[in-house]
């Protein structure tokens, strides 16, 4: 017999988040969730922060385990603007 979880994780979880998480930004995530978490131990009123935060990376970790977001990444950083398409259907605000 094999040991089930009794709750599934929430995925905004740090230990979620850096399961999938690529471990070049692992520092860098634990030093941001340290900072909201030491704001929201200070004063309650910062929890909605450390929430966001962790709402942030788990949609970055995602990203960045994705096969090919670096190369896309690039791509993007790398683009002329005369190379770039418009999304259908997106007016620009000037």
Do not use: C, K, N
């Not at 094999?2 to 850096?18: G, K, M, N, V």
């Not at 692992?26 to 909605?48: C, K, M, N, V």
Request: net charge negative.
């Amino acid at each position: 017999m094999t040991a089930e979880r009794w709750i599934d994780p929430e995925p905004d979880d740090p230990s979620e988040i850096l399961s999938i998480l690529p471990s070049q930004w692992h520092s860098q995530f634990l030093a941001e969730y340290r900072t909201a978490l030491d704001g929201a131990r200070s004063d309650i009123g910062h929890w909605p922060q450390l929430r966001a935060a962790l709402h942030r990376w788990r949609l970055r970790a995602v990203a960045y385990s994705t096969p090919g977001f670096e190369a896309a990444a690039e791509a993007a950083r790398t683009a002329r603007s005369e190379d770039l398409h418009p999304i259908p259907g997106w007016e620009p605000h000037r």
